[in-house]
């Protein structure tokens, strides 16, 4: 399948994005919003910096505190190294100057100049529920700055805490499916475009979310719905030219937690252009 490289989601089940004029109206979006987060960190006595190779023995600890040890096997000195040298890596802080949590961008020197993310890890102990979401704002903005275009990403198909964030709370798509990758199968590949507009209109709207699908059936060409462990499922969706676009939580509509997938070319006829 084609990466997408700009996207907007279909209106009907997202956020009005009129909730960030005041973002949009300030002149300068990227510092305005970078502000925000920093002002709602600062409320709860956390602080933002960014990593220096000083921290790298400290954010090995939080990531062998936060992975399993097979999740963490990946990730060594020489990798933070070059995250943090060579792309960024983000720290939030206690007042006691305690590490809770980190995020990494790697950079690519590519034609969308990539901004690639991993490494998120926040420490269970931490009473900040927003956390997650405020890193991985802050990183886009960064990359932002940087003149990256897109930020990309793998996500394990059950890692539903960080889907949940990324895909409804922040706009990313799975934009394609791994069922056997070796090291940390099955696995999406997502992306979001970085422009302030698809920053603020890709937001899933789970209420409208809800209103489309009663509206319609799953056996339409609308929209599908699998199961997140249905590999068989998935992997028939990125093949019938489908991409994810949201989430459903067990229990809402079904047992198990849902992936929501829409066709390609219904996401591609708003795109502004697209990447090969």
């Not at 084609?2 to 300030?26: A, G, R, T, V, W």
């Not at 886009?140 to 539903?160: I, Q």
């Not at 979310?209 to 060409?221: D, R």
Request: with cysteine.
């Amino acid at each position: 399948m084609k990466q997408i490289l700009y996207y907007q989601k279909p209106e009907e089940i997202c956020q009005d994005p009129n909730i960030f004029s005041e973002l949009i109206s300030s002149g300068n979006f990227i510092r305005t919003y970078k502000h925000t987060i920093e002002e709602k960190l600062g409320s709860r006595n956390l602080s933002l910096r960014l990593a220096s190779v000083d921290d790298i023995f400290t954010i090995q600890e939080l990531i062998n505190k936060c992975y399993s040890k097979e999740a963490a096997r990946d990730s060594n000195p020489y990798d933070f190294y070059r995250f943090i040298s060579y792309g960024h890596g983000l720290l939030v802080e206690d007042c006691s100057r305690k590490l809770i949590g980190c995020l990494f961008e790697e950079a690519y020197d590519s034609s969308d100049r990539t901004s690639y993310t991993l490494r998120l890890a926040i420490d269970h102990e931490t009473t900040c529920k927003e956390l997650g979401t405020l890193l991985l704002e802050y990183s886009c903005l960064l990359a932002m700055e940087r003149g990256s275009k897109v930020k990309r990403g793998l996500l394990l198909s059950n890692n539903f805490i960080s889907t949940h964030i990324l895909i409804n709370k922040l706009g990313w798509i799975c934009d394609n499916y791994y069922p056997d990758l070796k090291w940390v199968s099955p696995s999406f590949t997502i992306s979001l475009p970085l422009t302030p507009e698809s920053f603020i209109k890709n937001r899933v709207d789970m209420k409208k979310l809800l209103e489309y699908i009663a509206k319609s059936s799953s056996g339409s060409k609308c929209f599908k719905l699998i199961e997140w462990d249905d590999q068989a499922g998935l992997t028939k969706l990125f093949e019938d030219g489908y991409v994810i676009l949201a989430f459903i939580k067990e229990g809402i509509i079904s047992q198990k937690h849902l992936y929501v997938g829409f066709p390609a070319d219904k996401i591609k006829a708003l795109s502004v252009k697209e990447h090969i």
